[in-house]
């Protein structure tokens, strides 16, 4: 495995290269991220895993100087799940210019963009930056940031990017908690209180499930559950998987998404659901 800082030494070494596959990462890597890469292996060679934390998705206020910069440690893990590049750019590198451009994605505004704004122009933005750095035929995204998958897919749909974007699915710890990096800031209470995200999503799939379509209800309901046992709840919310909007009469494909904090960290995490039909 090569550890890579600098544009010009990954254009060099991936000159030539038609399959590669890219999986974009913050790094502090957890076993969802190595899953990605294993995914990523399939579809091409090689595999490159990006690691840049990217101070343009994070507002005023977020955890952008604390999250976790691991380099060494996600090197060893990386190189232990075969990944044949490591592209870990400085912030000059990336960012080489003080004005940037910038992607302004539909829906950057909506669901998690409402309490995060400017985050989705800045995920866009990197991504794009990285796939025209790295020029993968494929890249790898988590659907725990489904959000963030349904953006992307836009992103390279609508600028008509010669890249597949695969989805990974979310990787759980035993009782259920989506695997995050963010996991590391909770206390060993808030940790045990965590899976109830999960827990709330999947009663509210469960009714869709079984025929419920009272989505403004369920959506009550699942807010209600999580704010008396503490959380702060930024939305829960039943969407259209093709849409990514309130879900149309006729449509069957839906998910059930949800953002809320335990403390001072956000979790987020979805499930999709077809109604009627079983989770
Ligand atoms: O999902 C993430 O870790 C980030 O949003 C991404 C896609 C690597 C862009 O910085």
């Known amino acids: 495995m090569r550890l890579i800082h600098t544009v010009a030494e990954l254009r060099a070494a991936l000159a030539g290269e038609h399959q590669t596959a890219l999986v974009p990462t913050m790094g502090n890597l957890h076993e969802g991220h ?9 579809a091409g060679r090689p595999a490159v895993a990006s690691l840049f934390v990217n101070p343009l998705q994070f507002g005023a206020g977020e955890d952008f100087e604390r999250y976790p910069r691991t380099l060494a440690a996600d090197c060893e893990r990386l190189d232990a799940a075969g990944t044949d590049i490591v592209f870990a ?26 309490t995060r704004p400017g985050h989705f122009q800045g995920v866009a933005t990197v991504v794009l930056k990285l796939f025209n750095m790295v020029r993968p035929r494929y890249s790898v995204f988590g659907k725990k940031d489904y959000q963030q998958l349904f953006i992307l897919k836009g992103m ?18 035993e009782d259920g908690l989506a695997l995050s990096s963010r996991n590391g800031y909770l206390s060993a209470r808030e940790r045990a209180e965590a899976p109830r995200l ?23 309901a699942a807010r209600a ?18 849409s990514l909007l309130a879900p149309g009469p006729d449509e069957t494909a839906l998910v059930v998404l949800a953002a809320a904090r335990l403390g001072g ?15």
Request: include cysteine.
């Open 34 to 42: 190595i899953a990605l890469v294993g995914q990523a292996r399939q």
């Open 89 to 114: 750019p400085g912030l000059a590198e990336m960012y080489p210019e003080p004005q940037t451009y910038q992607v302004l994605p539909p829906l950057a505004d909506a669901l998690c963009g409402e």
């Open 156 to 173: 390279v749909r609508q600028f008509n990017l010669p890249i597949e974007v695969l989805a990974g699915e979310t990787v759980r710890a």
């Open 198 to 220: 999960y827990a709330v999503l999947e009663a509210a799939a469960a009714r869709i499930a079984a025929g419920e379509r009272d989505w403004r209800g369920l959506e009550a």
């Open 225 to 242: 559950e999580l704010e008396a046992r503490g959380w702060t709840v930024d939305y829960v919310s039943v969407r259209s998987q093709a």
């Open 265 to 279: 960290t956000r979790l987020i995490d979805n499930i999709e659901v077809r109604t009627g039909l079983g989770v």
